[in-house]
């Protein structure tokens, strides 16, 4: 049997981490959800949170795929000499890899679609909320358009994956995420020196404690889920780039870098959006058409906007592309490590497998608009969406917290082989018996949150 594939640098590791947890929750989710929830204080607590969620668990999902060589179901299986108790759990959680990527490609290809609408102006001559709102109708209401978007989404990850670990997956996600910071801290500048730039960094970073005060529990619990999903954490994303590098260096300050650089991206998002927001008279809280509406509208109506909005979707498509390239190098590796298939058969099942998967969320806009199998209003993604952030991720966390929790001194000797940072081994009460409780506090309220 070959040797398994190892990444060629720390830098790899880190960026490939960083990429698969930099997405649309940083570019598209926080800025809107932060604005929702009234700036700086939600931002004050979302960085608490990603300490309190994020670190632990990222270690814990690192030292998993590091210890066991393999992706988080082999992984589990060679640490618990298959125990079921352990490995049917994880199997059902990794599923949401394959899920996550039935939807998400779908909506990095209408950010696709956008970036190049912009390129070549055809975005331009659609000024006014009403035609921006008609015209991302129209694109996902087109299920061959739509579906063409997705599928080329999908071509540009496999072709990356089919180049190896190193030299495709690595080598590309380098490159992307370069472009990716560039973009972003210039777009940053753009928008600091926008005319609203002052009055829009104020709402994001003041903290407004009498806002706070009236809605202090849905502000938390916002807070709590945001720091907890936006690492990609639970269902073995993290696991697989873990497996890849060796024990020079501990996993604690591992963790802490790809957090750091993962929030700096998602900051860096909202000081584009919200000085930008300002400076137009756009509502920062107006959720998810906040991207696909709200900004377009202001780009129209901005000297430079054709090229400013081609940069901004550009940035948003390279955030869902290195995503898509990190979860099918975990599906890939899956397939290499338990079908003992070669990889370029591998990264051709992923991709076509992901393709067909796909076209039902693709169709749930537009041929199967009828289905609205969460009540009025909700469709395929809805439905796929709920399955994976409310049920998937949380359930998958709370499997590793319990996991490692019962194995302490064997996750702390593996986290802390190396260099850098120590995981704290005071911290054995707090993973131990509060952790769980707080994941599971997470998916209790998503439930309420979903059906309220």
């Known amino acids: 049997m ?8 720390r830098l790899g590791f880190i960026l490939l981490s960083v990429g698969c947890a930099v997405g649309l929750g940083n570019v598209w989710r926080f800025p ?4 929702t929830y009234g700036g700086g204080m939600f931002v004050l607590l979302y960085l ?7 670190f632990p668990i990222l270690t814990m999902e690192l030292a998993i795929g590091r210890a066991g060589k393999a992706n988080l179901i082999g992984s589990m299986c060679n640490l618990t000499g298959n125990s079921r108790r352990w490995v049917l759990p994880v199997k059902l959680v990794f599923t949401g890899n394959l899920l996550l990527m039935m939807y998400y ?8 679609a956008y970036a190049f609408n912009y390129i070549d102006g055809s975005i331009m001559a659609t000024v006014g909320a009403k035609e921006l709102s008609a015209k991302f109708a129209e ?11 997705m599928f080329a989404t999908v071509a540009v990850g496999t072709v990356i994956c089919l180049g190896g670990l190193q030299k495709g997956v690595e080598k590309s996600v380098k490159v992307m995420m370069s472009l990716l910071f560039l973009l972003v801290f210039g777009l940053a500048v753009y928008a600091l020196g926008s005319p609203g730039a002052a009055q829009g960094m104020k709402f994001y970073l003041n903290p407004d404690w009498n806002a706070f005060s009236g809605n202090i529990g849905e502000t938390v619990f916002a807070a709590m889920g945001q720091a907890f999903f936006t690492l990609s ?3 073995g994303s993290m696991a697989i780039f873990g497996s890849y590098i060796g024990k020079e260096r501990r996993l604690a300050g591992e963790s802490v870098v790809i957090i750091v650089l993962d929030t700096m991206i998602a900051l860096l998002a909202g000081v584009i959006i919200f000085p930008i927001c300002f400076s137009y008279g756009v509502d920062v809280g107006s959720g998810p058409s906040l991207i696909f509406e709200s900004l377009p509208n202001i780009f129209a109506n901005m000297r430079g906007g054709r090229w400013l909005g081609a940069l901004f979707f550009v940035f948003l498509s390279l955030a869902a592309l290195t995503t898509v390239v990190a979860v099918f190098e975990n599906l890939i590796a899956f397939l290499i490590d338990e079908l003992k298939i070669k990889r370029r058969a591998a990264a051709l099942l992923t991709g ?7 076209l039902p969320c693709v169709f749930g806009f537009n041929l199967w608009s009828k289905f609205q199998p969460l009540g009025k209003g909700t469709n395929v993604l809805d439905l796929e969406d709920f399955i994976m952030s409310q049920n998937l991720l949380p359930l998958g966390s709370l499997i590793l917290v319990l996991f490692c929790g019962s194995r302490w001194k064997m996750f702390v000797e593996e986290s802390n082989q190396g260099k850098g940072l120590k995981f704290p081994c005071g911290l054995y009460f707090y993973c131990r018996y509060i952790l769980p409780v707080i994941v599971l506090v997470i998916f209790v309220w998503g439930y309420l949150q979903f059906f309220k």
Request: aromatic residues 12%; proline residues 2%; negative net charge.
């Open 2 to 9: 070959s040797e398994r594939e190892s990444l060629a640098s």
């Open 32 to 35: 809107y959800v932060a604005g």
């Open 48 to 54: 608490i949170f990603l300490v309190l969620l994020g």
């Open 105 to 112: 490609t779908v909506i990095s290809g209408w950010l696709l």
């Open 139 to 149: 694109l996902a209401s087109d299920p061959w358009r739509s579906a063409g978007y």
């Open 233 to 235: 954490i639970g269902v």
């Open 352 to 358: 076509f497998s992901v393709a067909v998967l796909s």
